[in-house]
């Protein structure tokens, strides 16, 4: 069994489509991402996202070099579908329609016999007389249409449903500060997230991020950069302003990452 997920490279960006993959990477490498995808159910909103899912490119790199993933691409998804191909959908969508005239016919008899006693005695009040209840529910059944193909919900799939070989993707990342930050938080047993939205580079949990809040916030300071006092008052207050610890992150003179925390004390 091949235990190496692929990662699926896409107009710049590295993308997963599958579910499985998805939860593997969150349960068993602490690997977050974050989902852009519209969901099948509630379309018409952006509070709650589905799949795909993007990954940072520390992320990325940090599966890579650690041999747990590889990315790839899957350039004859460009190409023209083959023929079997088409008449393979053909084929899945006529079993889906099939499926689904079943489940509408299923669905209006219920609706049909909640408002059993409701027809039967607006027929009695019409007749002026005795009906025959079942007779009448089966008469009513028969006036069941059936399902217009403009009404089949169609499947949206994430994946080709057909084996598809991914070929190596021409990809490269060059290891930043970013990139070292990210795997050296990873190894201490942190959860991590992009932190654009809090002014840093990524947030960092003590735990998965469904459950906790951010302990820190976490800078990558190069070593050339200089720290003016105004740099170090605005993160400090933007810690304090979101109730976190600002990280500074950056290399010493071994090499080694290193860490200064930063609290605002003023008024």
């Known amino acids: 069994m091949n235990n190496i997920i692929e990662l699926c490279y896409c107009n710049g960006s590295v993308l997963v489509w599958n579910v499985e993959d998805a939860h593997r990477l969150r349960s068993e490498h602490r690997i ?3 989902f852009i995808g519209c969901l099948p159910s509630l379309p018409r909103q952006d509070q709650m996202l589905g799949l795909p899912m993007e990954l940072m490119t520390e992320e990325v790199f940090h599966l890579v070099t650690r041999g747990i993933a590889k990315i790839v691409e899957f350039k004859q998804l460009n190409l023209p579908a083959e023929e079997h191909h088409k008449q393979k959908r053909e084929d899945m969508l006529k079993a889906s329609f099939s499926d689904q005239q079943v489940i509408f016919k299923e669905e209006r008899i219920r609706q049909l016999m909640q408002m059993a006693d409701k027809i039967i005695e607006g027929k009695r009040r019409k007749t002026n007389g005795i009906v025959d209840g079942e007779l009448v529910l089966q008469e009513e ?8 193909e ?4 169609i499947q949206i799939f994430t994946r ?3 084996t598809c070989e991914g070929d190596v993707a021409d990809y490269s990342i060059n290891q930043t500060l970013r990139c070292r930050v990210f795997s050296d938080l990873w190894e201490k047993g942190y959860y991590i997230t992009a932190g654009e939205k809090f002014g840093g580079d990524f947030l960092v949990y003590p735990g998965d991020p469904f459950k906790f809040h951010s302990h820190y916030i976490a800078v990558c300071v190069d070593e050339h950069q200089l720290l003016t006092p105004y740099f170090l008052i605005q993160k400090g207050r933007l810690g304090t302003n979101v109730k976190k610890t600002v990280l500074l992150c950056s290399v010493n003179g071994n090499g080694e990452i290193m860490y ?3 609290n605002w004390n003023g008024k």
């Open 32 to 34: 977050v991402g974050h």
């Open 141 to 148: 059944m028969k006036k069941i249409p059936q399902m217009s």
């Open 150 to 153: 403009d009404l089949m919900m």
């Open 160 to 162: 080709p449903f057909w």
């Open 260 to 262: 200064q925390s930063l």
